[in-house]
């Protein structure tokens, strides 16, 4: 990773999965009063997987204006609706169904209508929403983020479409679908959560400069990434 792309990208050590959900959540709030305060709305993408659980679930007792939340998700699995894998579901058992966001200002995307017909409807749902206020992002261990994998579209060029429909993801189930990295990157603020040992390769092939899809969320003001120190090698200038 070359002193500009450093720059741009902010890697935040932190000691371990506890104290990545801490400071999540803190960057979470401040981001939504600052949104709040300024445009009187705080719209957020969600991500999934396993590492947002913990700050899901500490999120449900914060002091904010619920009423001025508005959720996204980045991608969503081709399942039905109440099926334990589906990332909306797992932040409405954790989290949203414990917090007074109205219901027509959480966006799901509905995946159970397979992943072509899904990812036109989130289009038109996204259609005249602006720039997000933040961004939450996940890492997988092959470098992926979203459902935007290794060797398959990312939507990272200029005038690509803001979803993605993924017929044939290289983990199950096949049928995904995914805000493109385009989409992505209209964001105020984008914050990577990451932790586990299972992402150590993940996170050493992001800051060589290797070409995985983490390394195509690149909004104007940059990414902060929130990641266990263990994970973090020195970077070679």
Same mark, same amino acid.
């Given at each position: ?35 709040? &305060? ?26 904010? /204006? ?75 261990? /092959? ?27 290289? *983990? ?10 385009? &989409? ?14 299972? *992402? ?9 400069? *290797? ?27």
């Amino acid at each position: 990773m070359n002193r500009a792309e450093l720059e741009l990208c902010r890697w935040h050590a932190v000691a371990d999965e506890l104290a990545l959900q801490h400071t999540a959540i803190e960057n979470i709030l401040t981001g939504a009063a600052q949104a709040i &305060r300024e445009r009187g709305q705080f719209h957020i993408v969600l991500a999934g997987g396993n590492t947002p659980r913990g700050i899901y679930h500490g999120l449900r007792t914060a002091k904010t /204006d619920w009423s001025a939340w508005h959720i996204y998700f980045g991608d969503e699995r081709c399942l039905p609706p109440l099926d334990s894998a589906r990332n909306s579901r797992m932040a409405a058992e954790v989290w949203l169904d414990c917090v007074p966001i109205p219901p027509s200002q959480l966006h799901a995307i509905t995946g159970e209508l397979g992943a072509v017909q899904a990812s036109r409807m989130y289009a038109e749902i996204l259609r005249p929403v602006g720039d997000f206020d933040l961004v939450l992002l996940g890492l997988g261990e /092959d470098g992926h983020t979203a459902s935007l994998f290794p060797d398959h579209e990312w939507g990272a060029a200029p005038g690509s479409p803001d979803t993605l429909a993924v017929l044939d993801a290289p *983990k199950p189930p096949l049928q995904r679908v995914s805000l493109s990295a385009a &989409r992505l990157n209209r964001a105020r603020q984008v914050i990577f959560l990451v932790s586990g040992e299972s *992402k150590h390769w993940a996170v050493t092939a992001w800051r060589a400069g *290797k070409d995985i899809p983490a390394r195509a969320i690149k909004p104007a003001a940059g990414v902060d990434v929130l990641v266990e120190s263990a994970l973090l090698v020195p970077v070679s200038n």
